[in-house]
Structure formats: C-alpha cells, structure tokens
C-alpha cells in the first residue's frame, strides 16, 4: 500500500493552522461571545419582550426573552444561562432569577389545585446536578389529601421528589436534593477515577462558584449544608431498603453515604470457608508418616 499523502510533523501542523485559521476561529470567539440579535423583539412579539437571554446547556438555541426561556426549559430546568447586560457582555445567571418555578408532577403543568395562582406555595430546594448546584422554587403536586401531603403518603414531597428522579436529603420538608444523573457520575467516578466524595463536592462548588461568583460565601454554606444532610438521609434510606434487589439503587445510596469515605474497591466477594482434608484423602506425609 502506497501513501500519497504527505505526513505533516506535530509543529509542521501547529504552524500551518496559526497561519490559515488562528484569525478565523479567533473571529468566531468574539461572534459568540457578541450576538447580533441582541436587544430585539424576542420570537413571543410580546409587549417589551426583548431578546436578551441565551442558554449555554441548548445547542444553538436563540436569544429569548425571560419569559420564554423560562418556557423553553419547563422540562430542563437545571440548565444555565447568560444575559446580556449593559455594559456590553454575556453575565451568567440562572433560570429560578427569570422567575421559573419546578413543578413537581403533572409534566412539568400547573396542578389543578392551585387554580391560576402560578407561584402559589412554593417551596426553596438546593439541587445538586452535574453541572454545579442550583436553587431552585419547587412546587409540588397537591392533588392528594393534605394529611398525606403533610405526613409523608404518597402525594408527598419527598415521595413526589423520588418519582421525579431526585434524591431529597430529608423526609420532612425537603430543602436540598441530588439528581440520579449526578449520582450516577460520582459512582463512575469513585470507581474508575479514584475521586472521593469531599473532592466531587469540591468540583460542583468550583462550578457553581464560577456561575455565582458574587454569591460564592453565602452559596459554600448552602452546598456544605446540602451535602451533611443528603449524606445522612441517603445513609439512612439505604438502612430501610436493605431488602430491595435492584444493583443500580443500591450503588447509588453506596456512593452517597459518607462524604469522607472512598469507594474505589469493588464488592468483596465472601471468601469461601477452608475445609480441612478428611482422613482418607490425606496424604501420609500428612498423618506424619
């Protein structure tokens, strides 16, 4: 087999790009870092409604206004997004400051219990996601009986939480919760990157942080909060399922249980008991003859 093509050494292929495309992609950067479209008439064409927010998590999503974006991520609600402020460049902020509101049940829709009253009883919950942690205003399903709401039956909040895929860290009155998605990482993580439970948590403050720059000190409380109480409680719920089979629950509460322990070792398997020879089958060296 003949090559035709000429191979192009490491530098050989440096020096061409910085000749033909630096300028180009460096153009592009400041393209995406500036739109065009911004401060116009949001896709709505309602009153006032300017286009000035951007999702970073949406692959090529326009400029909205926000009330559409809010819209826009009804079932993704732990995106982040940028508005453009007046000093001219994107500032990251975050869905719940648009005025969104994570309902719990119904798709995503307005239960009928609250009739038209949008942001009726709403209830602050810190969410840990894959991306950093987010505050966020939760309003859960009230279609239940109130006892039941209130004393864990099944319309509950930390029942409605499980059903919706996340993990709260408390039983009664839930305020800080973990997603199956983030858990699921972490376990991946202790397994094949040796990464403790302290230095995950690090990481998603680090995310966050650069998010809410401004809020970091009063956030760090928040996220250290968050974390002793899900360890505690996701300790606890893996105490009352022991007797569940499913492998994937159990690895989970495993990888949530201490902020302070590595899981970085595969189950131990039971060493299987030594059975000492019978008399018949020893040799006579064994018998001492």
């Known amino acids: 087999m003949i090559l035709t093509e000429e191979i192009q050494l490491p530098s050989a292929i440096a020096d061409d790009f910085l000749e033909r ?5 460096l153009e592009i950067m400041h393209e995406r870092e500036h739109d065009s479209r911004v401060n116009d008439l949001c896709v709505c064409r309602g009153e006032n409604a300017v286009a000035t927010y951007r999702c970073i998590d949406c692959f090529q999503q326009s400029l909205l206004c926000g009330a559409c974006i809010a819209e826009h991520h009804r079932n993704q609600p732990f995106h982040r997004i940028n508005e453009w402020t007046a000093p001219g460049y994107f500032k990251q902020t975050s869905l719940t400051k ?40 939760v309003q859960f399903c009230r279609c239940g009986s109130e006892v039941d709401f209130k004393n864990g039956g099944p319309n509950s909040p930390f029942q409605s ?42 990481f ?5 942080a650069v998010v809410f720059e401004e809020e970091s000190r009063v956030r760090r409380q ?18 009352v399922l022991r007797h569940v089979s499913s492998m994937v629950l159990l690895v989970h509460l495993q990888a949530a249980q201490c902020p302070t322990q590595t899981f970085t070792q595969k189950p131990r398997r039971r060493k299987p008991r030594h059975i000492l020879p019978s008399v018949s089958s020893a040799s006579p060296e064994q018998h001492g003859t």
Request: charged fraction near 15%; glycine fraction near 8%.
């Open 161 to 202: 939480l499980w059903r919706a895929g996340l993990w709260p860290a408390t039983y009664a009155s839930p305020a800080s919760a973990a997603t199956s998605a983030v858990l699921e990482v972490f376990r991946l993580l202790c397994v094949e990157a040796k990464v403790t439970a302290t230095a995950f948590f690090t």
């Open 222 to 239: 928040l996220i250290n909060r968050a974390q002793e109480k899900l360890t505690n409680t996701v300790g606890s719920i893996a105490r």
């Open 98 to 137: 648009v005025g969104y509101v994570l309902r719990i049940g119904h798709g995503g829709d307005l239960c009928s219990y609250y009739g038209s009253q949008h942001r009726a009883d709403l209830h602050a919950v810190t969410v840990l996601h894959t991306n950093g942690i987010h505050e966020m205003e």
């Open 21 to 25: 495309y630096a300028s180009i992609l």
């Open 204 to 208: 998603l403050r680090r995310l966050t």
